[in-house]
């Protein structure tokens, strides 16, 4: 054994007195950082791109259209001779296939998420959880196919008079794909609920389904709600199922079982046609995707001061 | 029975029945992924063959083919990985190893998770103004992978944060007292140890890519494309070419959608096919992800 | 505190009127304490008195947190750096001395990589140089008999106590001045335990020590002089025979005969 201790391998003197080499090392290591940096304003970069592009867009064409039309008018027919720039057609799509997807997703989403966290066994959940996963990593685009030609086919023999296009089996469709997204945060937010909560209720000889609903639902009541906003955006913003099974027609209507345009089937409908650059039609795929992204932002606001209110400190 | 045994009984039944109701509704969730996947067998697997993999789109659905899809999702995934996993990486790695605790990481921080919440569409008309009409970069290979890259961008940089934060800060302390400099332990032992986290994250995001539609058909994808793009090599120096980057693209799932819009039958059964083909990359994509979270997990345990 | 017996000690390093700061709340107060070289000092008393928060002074491992302060010197002999001084590259005070930690905590790599990586860091790559430095440090922490013939088996499949000396030779095999031990045997058998305080006994002959322990035994077994801290103050140092035989602080005397802490 034995090195002496003043024969160490490295340049000690030379590194405290802090010379080049350690210089050189300083400089490399705060180059690189600026990179990483870098590449971390690079999502703010995005932000700044989409926001900028948007309002850019939107406002030359508000300067051609008044808002109060684009708010007020009843027809949406910017590609028509005789134009109508009022958006409220496709606010109603939206809000109606988002409505069905909901009324699917969120009662379906909830049970399977209270089932795996309160009764599944283990090895259920383990096999389970990655099927859910796997729903939600179908591509849209599939989904979009499964609803016309196999939701509405089937519909059609309940409603004989059932359009081709409608509404409701796209609602249906989305909803289905949105369930895994519902179903796994739920989930999350419930099995973090303590179990010491848990065994007061079954102390007080409650069954599994009491405990279930009485106490675990509510403790967990913040991250659901995150659950469900994520849901609605997915909703929201959810765009081949409805473009290829809700039909692409405008209409001011509140009935899903009706075709109708949404805001993102619209988008892709002019994307697919040849229009202009610079033309009012251009725009008002901007000032749609505008009002598309400050509903989305509206309901995450909205979803962020629910989980504030029902945030429970174990 | 007593009346309090009574109402135990009922109790106990009610709870019976909530359970069997759970499980009804998580059968039916996955029955649905099977019936579609069995509708999409039934209408195309008959059309799979080696025809429809290597012929290019037609007027006449039964000469029709994919070539120019699935070479084009390769491409554009090239991009898309090429530009969302380094600036995903070392975003990540800024913020979970070196930003300091202040108001603009914190803006950092909520920006991505804003990002990650932004309807995909969206992402397509922001690539539309800026890549396709600022930028001038047409509607092509680069356009089209940049707009997803830029898509899953937050998604990788939240995946691999996560992967990052596995590893224990008793590991960094180690390497710290040894003399590493802040890269040399992120270099030698942060990346290292949370690659099998990082990589699950990055395939994931990818297939999430690869099935995505709307933001390319804003970008304009063309749907009809007889032709494949320029190859990414050349016979003479330096042997790689990027002329590709430049030239018009279509996509699987783009493809699909053109074939599914269409009213004649003969193209939903082309439609059908290439949807399975499409499902097949996600579903491998995905197995390939548990797979390697399964042994990076059996090769490092904390 | 009493004189030293200067005549065979070397100061290693010193701490004059260190005071240290988490953000706002103040841990040590006034940290005034010398290092011998070649000897063990032992840090010993109340959980929560500081021993683990002086001990990470030592190499600047608090700079790794933001808001952390340091007030006072710590001065490096023989070339008198003050090495909590805020013109002092953490990284070099690193370079120069080393740390074992409570817990043994290998790289997930490879023995080998292990004990080289001090040396990779250092940019030394050529392979007859590393293999030499890791036997070397394997050696002087006891524990090349039990893995040459598996080094490059992975560092996590070792027992604790092996662990342990690996951390020990990893921290060896740069060759630090100065080497910390934060209650290196707090998660080990009494085996393992007995083998690390050899150890302990055995390095002193070429480098200083300073170890924190709970174990007042131990304390006595290994070290040569002592001090007992409380509430973020040193109480008494002084040779660790005077310390466990003959207190001068009640304070002290009461906590090694375990009437408190
Ligand atoms: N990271 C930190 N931030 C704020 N305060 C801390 C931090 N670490 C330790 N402290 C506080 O500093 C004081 C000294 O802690 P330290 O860990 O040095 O004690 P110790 O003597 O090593 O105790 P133990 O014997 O339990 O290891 C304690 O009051 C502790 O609460
Ligand atoms: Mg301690």
Redesign the interface.
């Known amino acids: 054994?034995?090195?002496?201790?003043a024969?160490?391998?490295?340049e000690?003197k030379d590194?405290?007195s802090?010379v080049s080499p350690?210089l050189r090392?300083?400089l490399?290591?705060r180059a690189?950082?600026s990179?990483?940096?870098?590449?971390?304003?690079?999502?703010?970069a995005?932000?700044l791109?989409?926001v900028g592009?948007?309002s850019?867009?939107s406002f030359q064409f508000f300067s051609q259209i008044s808002i109060i039309d684009f708010l007020t008018d009843r027809q949406w027919t910017p590609l028509f001779a005789d134009a109508h720039y009022g958006i409220l057609p496709l606010v109603t799509g939206t809000l109606v296939t988002t409505i069905v997807a909901l009324l699917v997703a969120i009662?379906?989403g909830s049970?399977?998420a209270?089932?795996?966290s309160e009764?599944a066994s283990r090895s259920v959940r383990e096999f389970?959880k990655?099927?859910?996963?796997?729903?939600s990593?179908?591509?849209?685009?599939?989904?979009?196919?499964?609803a016309?030609?196999?939701v509405t086919p089937a519909l059609q023999q309940l409603w004989p008079g059932l359009p081709g296009f409608n509404m409701l089996s796209a609602g249906l469709v989305i909803g289905?794909m949105i369930?895994?997204y519902v179903s796994s945060v739920s989930e999350d937010a419930m099995r973090a609920v303590p179990t010491h909560l848990r065994e007061g209720a079954f102390a007080l000889g409650a069954?599994?389904?009491?405990t279930?609903l009485r106490v675990v639902f509510p403790s967990a009541l913040s991250g659901i709600t995150a659950a469900y906003v994520?849901g609605v955006?997915r909703a929201?913003?959810?765009?081949?199922v409805v473009?290829?099974a809700a039909g692409m027609q405008p209409t001011l209507t509140l009935n899903p079982l009706e075709p109708a345009a949404t805001m993102?089937a619209y988008?892709?409908q002019v994307?697919?046609g040849d229009v202009p650059?610079g033309s009012v039609a251009y725009q008002t795929?901007?000032a749609t995707?505008l009002m598309?992204?400050l509903l989305?932002l509206l309901f995450?606001i909205a979803g962020h001061v629910l989980k504030k209110r029902y945030r429970q400190v174990y | 029975m007593t009346p309090i045994q009574q109402k135990i009984a009922r109790r106990k039944a009610l709870d019976r029945f909530f359970a069997f109701e759970g499980l009804m509704v998580m059968t039916a969730a996955l029955l649905v992924l099977l019936v579609l996947v069995g509708q999409l067998m039934f209408d195309g697997l008959s059309r799979l063959s080696w025809q429809f993999l290597t012929s290019f789109p037609s007027r006449f659905p039964a000469q029709a083919g994919i070539v120019s899809a699935w070479v084009g999702t390769i491409l554009v995934m090239l991009v898309t990985a090429m530009a969302a996993i380094p600036l995903g990486v070392g975003a990540a790695i800024y913020l979970e190893e070196y930003a300091p605790k202040n108001w603009a990481t914190e803006l950092i921080e909520i920006n991505i998770a804003n990002l990650a919440g932004v309807p995909s569409i969206v992402y397509g008309l922001m690539a539309l103004g800026l890549l396709v009409y600022q930028f001038r970069l047409g509607q092509s290979f680069l356009t089209a992978g940049l707009t997803l890259g830029m898509l899953i961008l937050p998604m990788v940089i939240i995946a691999t944060r996560e992967a990052i934060l596995a590893v224990p800060p008793y590991v960094r302390e180690a390497a710290y007292a040894l003399g590493a400099t802040k890269w040399q332990t992120v270099r030698d032992h942060v990346v290292p140890y949370s690659m099998g986290g990082m990589l699950t994250g990055m395939i994931l995001a990818l297939s999430r890519a690869v099935g995505e539609t709307a933001p390319l058909i804003t970008v304009g994808a063309l749907s009809f494309i007889a032709f494949l793009p320029h190859p990414p090599w050349q016979d003479n120096f330096p042997y790689v070419s990027f002329q590709w980057l430049f030239d018009p693209f279509t996509v699987m799932p783009i493809q699909m959608f053109n074939w599914v819009s269409r009213p004649q039958e003969e193209f939903h059964v082309n439609a059908a096919a290439a949807g399975l083909i499409l499902l097949a990359m996600t579903v491998v994509m995905n197995a390939v992800a548990i797979v390697i979270r399964a042994r990076f997990r059996k090769r490092i345990h904390w | 505190m009493k004189a030293m017996d200067a005549s065979q000690t070397v100061l290693k390093a010193e701490a004059r009127g260190l005071n240290f700061f988490y953000g706002q709340a103040q841990a040590l107060h006034g940290i005034t304490l010398p290092i011998y070289d070649r000897c063990v000092t032992a840090l010993i008393g109340p959980s929560g008195c500081g021993k683990t928060t002086y001990l990470r002074c030592l190499n600047r491992m608090h700079d790794l947190y933001p808001g952390n302060r340091y007030e006072g010197e710590v001065t490096l002999y023989p070339d008198r750096v003050n090495i909590v001084g805020p013109e002092v590259d953490p990284i070099e005070v690193r370079m120069r001395i080393g740390m074992v930690f409570q817990k043994p905590n290998p790289f997930p790599k490879s023995i080998y990589e292990n004990v080289a990586y001090g040396l990779r860091i250092r940019d030394v790559s050529n392979r007859s140089e590393l293999d030499a430095v890791v036997e070397r440090a394997l050696r002087e922490a006891a524990l090349w008999g039990e893995v040459k013939d598996r080094l490059q088996a992975s560092a996590l499949n070792i027992s604790g106590g092996q662990q342990q000396r690996l951390c020990i030779a990893r921290a060896l095999a740069t060759s630090p001045e100065l080497l910390l031990f934060d209650e290196p045997t707090s998660a080990l058998d009494p085996t393992a335990t007995s083998r690390i305080e050899e150890l302990v006994t055995e390095l002193k002959q070429k480098v200083a020590i300073v170890i924190v322990t709970h174990n007042m035994q131990q304390a006595a077994r290994v070290s040569d002089y002592t001090a007992f801290m409380y509430e973020g103050r040193v109480v008494e140092y002084d040779r660790t025979e005077t310390i466990f035989t003959n207190p001068t602080v009640k304070l002290t005397e009461e906590y090694i005969t375990g009437r408190f802490g």
Do not use: C, W
């Open positions: 054994m034995g090195v002496n201790v024969d160490m391998p490295v000690k590194a405290l802090g350690r090392f300083r490399k290591e690189i950082e990179l990483l940096q870098l590449a971390a304003l690079t999502s703010v995005i932000t791109g989409i592009i948007l850019y867009e009662p379906m049970l399977i209270i089932y795996l009764y389970v990655p099927a859910l996963e796997l729903l990593a179908v591509p849209t685009v599939v989904y979009g196919y499964f016309l030609l196999f289905m369930v895994p069954t599994r389904m009491q279930a994520l955006s929201i913003g959810e765009t081949m473009a290829i993102t988008i892709v994307s697919l650059h795929i901007f995707g598309l992204l989305t995450n």
